[in-house]
């Protein structure tokens, strides 16, 4: 089977994750989240969590070398042998660099969406502590009130995904992160969807794309 190395990027509230979920389950790849490696780090309180925390409460990125480092450690898991798709990395041209000394990728997926809906989509996200599946309290609610309906887990409001440390994490992807979609046109890999419709229409165009590119 030929590989399958993909990122997903777009602003926070993209739906990135979202998506990247659904690719997970059809493609049996797994699913590398920066952002889910570091929760899970400062929830265990590890001294490079603890170097996180702060950075992450107000929406700034968390130094390259750490995330490296998590990184680093997760792709070289057996799992990934044969393709993963990366949720939140890189975050900027130091990590795509250190990216491309690593690996070879062969998409990028870039989610555009329009920037009023970003504020209103995170904030109202809810994540399950135990399954990490994300709902909406509007868009998608859970059937039972900050339950999780696949898991029963309870829902939780990340402490980042408060307005205003939403609006730092936008403008850090706006001055740090947007330029890699250059990075990656000028690459040759770089393919563009609008998420302009629900999560269901979105996760249509992705499987589409995913149809074209990976056809044996
Ligand atoms: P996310 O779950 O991808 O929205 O990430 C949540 C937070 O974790 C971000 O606001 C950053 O503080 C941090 N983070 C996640 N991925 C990275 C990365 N690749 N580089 C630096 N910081 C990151």
């Given at each position: ?152 887990g309870s829902l939780y409001q990340r402490d980042d995904d408060t307005e205003e440390t939403v609006r730092n ?33 979105m996760h249509q165009k992705v499987s589409k794309l ?7």
């Amino acid at each position: 089977m030929n590989t399958m190395k993909i990122i997903i990027q777009g602003a926070p509230g993209s739906g990135k994750g979202t998506q990247a979920k659904f690719i997970v389950k059809q493609y049996n790849i797994p699913q590398i989240s920066t952002g889910d490696l570091l929760r899970e780090a400062v929830k265990t309180g590890t001294e490079l969590g603890l170097k996180a925390q702060k950075h992450m409460n107000t929406g700034t990125l968390v130094p390259d070398d750490i995330v490296i480092k998590l990184l680093n450690e997760r792709i070289i898991q057996k799992d990934c042998q044969n393709g993963f798709i990366l949720d939140g990395f890189p975050r900027n041209l130091v990590q795509a660099q250190e990216l491309k000394n690593i690996t070879d990728i062969d998409l990028v997926i870039n989610i555009n969406v329009d920037y009023g809906l970003l504020i209103e989509r995170i904030t109202g996200r809810r994540t399950c502590k135990n399954c990490s599946s994300i709902f909406h309290i509007k868009y998608s609610p859970p059937k039972e009130v900050d339950r999780c309906d696949k898991c029963s887990g309870s829902l939780y409001q990340r402490d980042d995904d408060t307005e205003e440390t939403v609006r730092n994490r936008l403008n850090t992807y706006e001055n740090v992160t947007k330029p890699l979609i250059d990075y990656y046109k000028k690459q040759g890999i770089l393919e563009n969807l609008d998420s302009d419709g629900s999560i269901d229409e979105m996760h249509q165009k992705v499987s589409k794309l995913l149809v074209t590119r990976f056809k044996e």
